[in-house]
């Protein structure tokens, strides 16, 4: 099942059906889990979405609808060198590589969470990489010294129209609000109403995360966070916000509570993510957060990008 490497750093399938039954209906992909093992230690894991498309090429990826990175994930070194550290990160990442060149796919595409930034061991095997940007706002920083006048005006706008924000974990007016913004747009959600209540069941059964809601003098819902738990952090996984009330004051509040909460709560940082949007930079960039780099990796087999350009010439030919 494993593919063995040096150190003895090996990658196993974990599982083939772990959450595959839930998410095929959505996704129509089977979701398999790779783990790396030193001598008997977990040290890293990589989970991956596979599909088959049209029987012909089979694809893999360890993001998909609604999750932006997804691993692979690495145990934090326990060596104060630096050069032991790159040594065990490159150990594990060469490991996965071999291992799922060795799974017959046609297309590979990893995409790593911030913070871990060394991809070399697939960069200098002839994977392609590319760059995407997060945003983080400092808890440990006076959030009053940092809002830009615009922020302030919206804070105040909201304050002045008596919108309150509470913590509220409730998926039909989270969905509600979703839908709303797609609809706008002639467009259906990106998944279905069902699958947000298992991920609200999640939260409430494993604590990991909350909901924050904003709402006007009525406790009619304008606008939510969907925002989950890491060790140190938290990240804004969704935001949704009823068109129909152009003010960004309602926006502006609930990241400004949530972060006097959090910060009481002694989390060090928020990843509100939409740094890759433009229309989400300018309005958090109102918060000054800190712009956080972060890496996606993606392998293609030669029939993969023939049968991939034949495509494009096709369609673009179609619309001639």
Known sequence: MGSACRKSSTWYTLSHQCMAGNLRDVLSRDLRIYGCFRNGELVGGCPLFVKNLKGILKVGSSTCIMTDYCGPLIKEGSSSKASKRIQ?????????????????????????????????????????????????LDLNENINNNISRTIRKDLKAAAEAGFKTRMWNDPETYYGLLSKVYKKQNLEPPLPRKFFER???LIQEKDIGYMLVCETPDGE?????????????????STARDPSFNQRGPHALLYYNEFLDLKSR??????????????????????????????????????????????KITTEALKL
């Not at 606008?223 to 989950?228: E, I, M, N, Q, V």
């Not at 002694?266 to 958090?284: G, H, K, L, Q, W």
């Open 88 to 136: 065990e990160t490159h150990e594990i990442l060469e490991a996965l590589r071999e291992f799922l060149c060795g799974q017959g796919f046609d297309s590979i595409h990893l995409k790593f969470s911030p913070g871990l930034e060394d991809i070399r061991p697939f960069t200098w095997n002839g994977w392609n990489s590319k760059v995407h940007y997060t945003h983080y």
């Open 221 to 237: 819902a304008v606008a939510a966070h969907l925002t989950l738990y890491g060790k140190k952090s938290t990240v804004t996984w």
């Open 266 to 311: 002694n989390f060090e940082y928020m990843n509100v993510m939409s740094a890759n949007v433009p229309r989400f930079t300018d309005f958090i960039m109102g918060f000054s957060p800190k712009l956080m780099p972060y890496y996606s990796v993606t392998l293609k087999s030669k029939k993969y990008s023939i049968l991939s350009n034949l495509y």
């Open 199 to 201: 991920v609200f069941n």
